[in-house]
């Protein structure tokens, strides 16, 4: 019996080979700029984690004294903003042309899941502000978590807690489950247009 | 305010704009982005995506 290793090595190559997760050409069919959204997001996602990454070493406070790190606390924020600009067009894209078809349900899924896991990232975001937006938020948020039932273990008006799910918790589900979403479009392939030949048949047996 | 920062293209201070119609209540930044939204998804799909092939073979 071979070790856990070799397992794992085996369980790869058979799922992703390099060639599969790292192709040198695309399907002729993408050649919309709709298919662009996902790989925007990705960018966005990238921009996120190294303006956070940087005012994360710098402390909660260097965003409001230091004009350098007001600079990336707006380079985060707006790369924030384009994240879930290009998600949604993603989503949008990917829902008209039922990405889930041949197979792909997982990819679907684990798509829907980044947006799900997406809104309270930034919803921790928004609250660790430290300032009157963040308390408005805060406070409003506070009532509806509250409603949840979910107030007492997560509490928006604690800034400790939330900035700590906001730089660590949240960080490490969004990047896991967007890591399993992108595996899952390499060894899957771009899901094709909807051929015109049913679409024809549908609507003529109507 | 120092000289080198730049103000916002809209007053933030000021009253909060909103479009009420019946049931349908959103801020107009909130509108704006949504209408944008919409408007890029549309133009993307029409957009050819930079290096994709014509369907002759030709980029």
């Known amino acids: ?206 | 305010m120092r000289g080198f920062d730049i103000s916002s293209i809209v007053n933030l201070n000021g009253t909060a704009h909103y479009v009420h119609w019946h049931f349908f209540l959103m801020s107009v930044p909130n509108l704006v982005v949504i209408v944008l939204m919409l408007i890029v998804f549309a133009v993307a799909l029409f957009l050819r995506a930079p290096g994709a092939k014509r369907p002759g073979g030709k980029k």
């Open chain 1, 1 to 206: 019996m071979s070790s856990w290793t070799v397992r794992v090595r085996e369980f790869g190559l058979r799922n992703l080979p390099p060639e599969r997760l790292l192709p040198d050409s695309q399907p002729a069919y993408m050649a919309s700029a709709i298919y662009l959204f996902g790989a925007l997001t990705i960018g966005a996602l990238v921009t996120i984690i190294a303006s956070g990454t940087i005012l994360a070493l710098k402390g909660p406070a260097w965003w409001h004294v230091q004009s350098i790190g007001h600079f990336f606390n707006s380079i985060h924020l707006w790369s924030v903003e384009l994240f879930f600009f290009f998600m949604v067009i993603h989503l949008w894209g990917k829902f008209w042309m039922a990405a889930w078809r041949g197979g792909r349900a997982r990819v679907w899924m684990t798509g829907a899941v980044a947006f799900v896991i997406a809104i309270p990232t930034a919803f921790t975001g928004y609250v660790s502000q430290q300032n009157f937006d963040s308390q408005w938020i805060a406070t409003q948020g506070k009532d509806g978590m509250n409603s949840l039932g979910v107030g007492s273990f997560f509490n928006v008006l604690n800034v400790g807690q939330m900035y700590s799910y906001h730089i660590f918790l949240f960080p490490v589900l969004v990047i896991g489950i967007v890591s399993l979403h992108i595996l899952l479009v390499r060894r899957h392939g771009i899901v094709p247009p909807i051929p015109l030949a049913d679409s024809v048949a549908d609507a003529a047996a109507k």
